[in-house]
């Protein structure tokens, strides 16, 4: 087995984790922080960028905003299937609100906006308030 990147979800650095590694906590070698912590991870869209192109292992983001109800309400949900795929998939949230930016870059027309990234590439996308078992499943594909 050989080993994957992974940018810190807290402060962007770079990381390589051996991959029979990623279900047994692994910490930033900068921060300390949880590279894989088992639930969704708020991030700057600087942050962002640079977990998007270094990723080897999916990356989730759920794209929201405070004032957005299905937002809050996919919240929840958006946690459990994080922890059901701790080890195998990463979640970070974006405040669109906090960054604007986030729209233009990302092609964001509504929220809640799932998007699924790997090896420095969108995979896969989806508009919309869903339950923690539909996230689950698109997200470990």
């Known amino acids: 087995m050989g080993a994957v990147k992974l940018a810190c979800l807290a402060c962007g650095q770079g990381n390589r984790v051996p991959e029979e590694r990623l279900g047994a906590g692994p910490k930033c070698g900068t921060c300390g922080a949880d590279l894989i912590p088992g639930k969704p991870v708020e991030v700057s869209l600087d942050v962002l960028k640079k977990a ?40 970070a949230k974006l405040d669109t609100e906090a960054f604007p930016a986030a729209g233009a870059r990302y092609g964001i027309r509504g929220i809640p906006l799932l998007i699924k990234f790997r090896g420095g590439r969108e995979v896969s996308r989806q508009t ?13 594909q």
Do not use: H, N, Y
Request: proline share 8%; net charge neutral; glycine share 10%.
């Open 128 to 140: 919309g308030a869903r339950p923690a078992d539909q996230i689950t499943a698109w997200a470990g």
């Open 52 to 91: 998007e192109a270094m990723d080897e292992v999916p990356l989730v983001v759920d794209f929201w905003a405070a004032w957005c109800g299905p937002c809050r309400t996919m919240g929840p949900e958006f946690a459990k299937s994080a922890a059901a795929l701790k080890g195998k998939a990463r979640f």
